[in-house]
């Protein structure tokens, strides 16, 4: 059973255009969440960390937690080429040994 | 600015062979993490180590997987014997403390015949 459920899989947008990525999760009364993004062939590099309810931004990437509706989004604002990479959800407990990550959604900006 | 380090970035096994990766993480971190990556389950985690001590150890994983942490500043990840199963990319990382951010290195492709 997966705890971390990304949508869209795959998502294309044009330059300059809002992208907006889906994470739905189990549970998640005591958990924080992360968003990772990861260039083809490179490791993961962290966006934004979020651990209460609403927003958090980090220059040009958003994150929105709703622990009630069991949701976190990334929204990019003005998205380049350059962001085209896979975007990956996670979350940790405040245990910390169980540590889960969505399967990603390719995001890919068009000039 | 040293990151978490990997080596090696490719590597080809034969079936049965065993096989060594290995892990820098950035120097004074206390936390260290070993996951595999495939496409169909995503990121799986193998190992965590909190102050060289083994805190998880990948359930599933431990019969063929076993890391260690010889020392604060490397650790290993030995897949003994290589199963063509094993064919994925092989992620370290590590985070100063619990619940802090981890960073990720580049990964070791693995390649299993």
């Known amino acids: 059973q997966q705890k971390v459920q990304q949508s869209p899989e795959s998502l294309t947008v044009s330059e300059g255009a809002m992208a907006s990525l889906n994470c739905t999760f189990s549970?998640?009364?005591?958990?924080?969440f992360r968003w990772y993004r990861q260039h083809s062939g490179k490791g993961l590099e962290v966006l934004v960390s979020?651990?209460?309810?609403g927003e958090k931004e980090e220059g040009r990437f958003t994150a929105h937690l709703n622990r009630a509706s069991l949701h976190v989004s990334l929204h990019i604002r003005e998205p380049q080429p350059s962001d085209s990479a896979v975007y990956l959800c996670?979350?940790?407990?405040?245990?910390?040994?169980?540590?889960?990550f969505g399967k990603g959604t390719s995001l890919t900006v068009i000039p | 600015d040293a990151g978490v380090t990997q080596t090696p970035r490719h590597e080809v096994a034969e079936k049965g062979q065993t096989i060594i990766l290995k892990c820098e993480p950035v120097s004074g971190h206390n936390d260290l993490f070993w996951y595999r990556q495939t496409k169909i389950q995503g990121l799986e985690l193998l190992s965590y180590f909190r102050s060289k001590s083994l805190m998880e150890d990948g359930g599933a994983f431990k019969d063929r997987f076993k890391a260690e942490m010889l020392n604060s500043s490397f650790s290993t990840l030995k897949i003994q014997p290589t199963e063509p199963k094993d064919s994925a990319v092989y992620l370290c990382a590590s985070s100063l403390f619990q619940q802090d951010t981890q960073y990720f290195g580049p990964g070791t492709r693995l390649l299993v015949l």
């Open positions: 979020i651990f209460s309810d």
């Open positions: 996670a979350k940790s407990n405040t245990g910390y040994q169980n540590f889960y």
């Open positions: 549970d998640g009364t005591s958990d924080n």
